[in-house]
């Protein structure tokens, strides 16, 4: 079976707002990358990251709506946004009308929002509310995908959590934006040190397959050295030899404004011709979504 034709002009497609109706927590997007519509659950309504990312596009300026995470609130708001796809409804809303079908069929639960996921206290109790929805709603096929910067894929409560994800169609997208703690340090900007996000990585990939996202971009119209890409073709390498189960590299660039002017897209060639460098290299699957 083919897959799906999502368009990049699509309004929703374009539009990642993690603001829907009067939702808090649970937005609805069309994703490339998911072939579908994704359905986002905002742990981060308080907008707090443990990294500052030079290219990340979430408004800290305006106050939030609420800085908790209440589960009753998230289980019943992600309940009504599944009834609402499977309905046909959400199709008629304008943000989605050109999406048509696509949006009736959930392609996954995604922990997406204004920060890092993992730095909820009670991670694990979140994917719990997933599960039960996915159950309750008859998801067999829908995943549960995690959308992070790796940074706490260390603590406990997240490894409990990635265990009931692993049970229910799970799939972690794991940020890796660079191949030296210099490069890191000036596009991802976290008190974070970089080895503790590699060895994350490497104790992740072990136990599970995952995903690999790496945002490339120009800074002060320049794209990534040639030796910063070498060396993250060498941080796969070594991830590869130490076990790691890389599923997949999401390659992509800038989409939407940025907080800094001098951090820009690439364009697809370039973005084509650095996938190909990371294949060759490395030998894992590649691929580019602009």
Not at 16 to 29: I, K, L, N
Not at 174 to 184: I, M, V
Not at 207 to 216: A, G, H, T, V
Not at 222 to 248: D, F, H, N, V, W
């Amino acid at each position: 079976m083919s897959e799906p034709s999502i368009e990049n002009h699509w309004r929703s497609v374009r539009d990642h707002s993690r603001s829907f109706w009067d939702f808090t927590y649970v937005y609805p997007v069309v994703s490339r990358r998911s072939k579908g519509l994704s359905i986002g659950i905002n742990l981060n309504p308080d907008k707090v990251c443990n990294f500052d990312c030079i290219y990340c596009e979430v408004d800290r300026v305006t106050p939030p709506k609420t800085k908790a995470v209440n589960l009753l609130q998230i289980r019943a708001e992600l309940a009504a946004m599944v009834q609402l796809a499977q309905s046909g409804q959400l199709a008629q809303d304008p943000k989605f009308s050109e999406a048509g079908d696509l949006t009736r069929n959930v392609r996954d639960i995604a922990f997406s929002g204004d920060g890092e996921p993992t730095m909820v206290d009670n991670f694990d109790e979140c994917i719990q509310v997933a599960v039960d929805v996915k159950r309750a709603a008859n998801l067999p096929s829908t995943k549960i995908v995690l959308i992070t910067d790796a940074a706490g894929l260390d603590k406990a409560r997240v490894r409990t959590g990635l265990l009931l994800m692993d049970a229910h169609q799970g799939e972690i997208w794991a940020k890796l934006d660079a191949g030296t703690p210099e490069y890191y340090a000036t596009v991802n900007r976290s008190h974070i040190r970089f080895e503790r996000i590699l060895a994350n990585l490497e104790l992740t990939a072990r136990e599970r397959p995952i995903i690999i996202q790496s945002l490339f971009l120009r800074i002060h119209g320049e794209p990534m050295p040639t030796s910063e890409l070498q060396a993250y073709c060498q941080r796969i390498q070594a991830l590869l030899a130490a076990g790691a189960k890389i599923q997949e590299i999401h390659l992509y660039t800038v989409a939407r404004p940025t907080p800094v002017a001098w951090a820009t897209r690439l364009d697809r060639a370039t973005l084509d011709s650095m996938a190909s460098v990371i294949r060759e290299s490395t030998g894992a699957k590649v691929a580019v979504f602009e």
